[in-house]
């Protein structure tokens, strides 16, 4: 089974950074995509970002590319987000999530949406203040 454990989150002034980490467990890790995905009061989850651990290969929303990087430590089994030039339309709770890229003997590079992951921890929230 899988399991993601989020730490990281806290309040932050804008302009500020925080790095956000994701421990996987359960899992062989470079058969997994992890991403994060956030979602602010009343809105929609959105998909922030992914990194296949096969590969290195990193999805970004276009949005949020130069102000966010996603990366990996395989040996430690663990995803990194570090957030640079917060702002407070970046308020939300912070969900690290995974899912498989091995399909048959194919990979599969999925979309950053929510419904192509199927793992998901618990969230972090993140608080940016003016």
């Known amino acids: 089974e899988v399991q993601l454990v989020e730490s990281g989150g806290g309040l932050v002034q804008a302009g500020g950074s925080l790095r956000l980490s994701c421990a996987a467990s359960?899992?062989?890790?470079?058969?997994?995509?992890i991403g994060w995905f956030r979602q602010a009061p009343g809105k929609e989850r959105e998909g922030v970002s992914y990194i296949d651990n096969h590969d290195g290969r990193t999805v970004y929303a276009d949005s949020l590319k130069g102000r966010f990087t996603i990366s990996s430590d395989n040996a430690k089994n663990t995803v990194y987000l570090q957030m640079s030039t917060l702002e407070p339309e970046d308020t939300a709770v912070y969900y690290c999530a995974a899912t498989s890229i091995r399909v048959g003997g194919a990979i599969y590079e999925p979309l950053l949406k929510y419904y192509e992951f199927d793992a998901w921890g618990q969230g972090t929230l993140v608080t940016v203040s003016s």
């Open positions: 359960g899992v062989r890790f470079d058969d997994y995509a």
